[in-house]
């Protein structure tokens, strides 16, 4: 019974993998082991965002919970490849990100009480 319920366990906690037909591999979002929202992060771990892709591994700090608009992973939590993996499509999508940069068209708002009239009456 117990070396089943370790088998089991041990099939839950695996990431699947995927391969495009340009080869490369690609991870399903589904089968990683993200931190739930609300759950706290263990302080000075390094995590990824999966859902907000782009911004880059981060240290977590102390107290820091996972939000519901996250998708965190901790590096200890995955093997050596899929970490690889999930940094290597983190920084495709940064350069996406920086590509586009151009096309947005960012909104500055006057600080409150500066007296600045943004639309201009």
């Known amino acids: 019974m117990f070396v089943d319920q370790a088998n089991q366990e041990q099939q839950e906690n695996q990431v699947i993998l995927a391969v495009e037909r340009d080869g490369v591999m690609h991870i399903d979002r589904g089968s990683l082991p993200i931190v739930p929202a609300g759950d706290l992060l263990a302080e000075h771990e390094v995590y990824i965002d999966v859902v907000n ?3 880059g591994p981060f240290r977590a700090l102390t107290g820091q919970t996972a939000g519901s608009g996250n998708g965190y ?3 200890l939590d995955v093997d050596a490849g899929v970490w690889d ?4 499509e983190d920084g495709e999508a940064r350069l996406v990100i920086e590509e586009h940069a151009d096309d947005v068209t960012y909104v500055v708002s006057p600080e409150p009480g500066s007296g600045a009239n943004p639309s201009g009456f």
Do not use: H, K, P, Q
Not at 85 to 88: C, E, G, T, V
């Open 85 to 88: 993996i999930l940094l290597r």
């Open 73 to 75: 992973v901790a590096e």
């Open 53 to 55: 892709r782009g911004t």
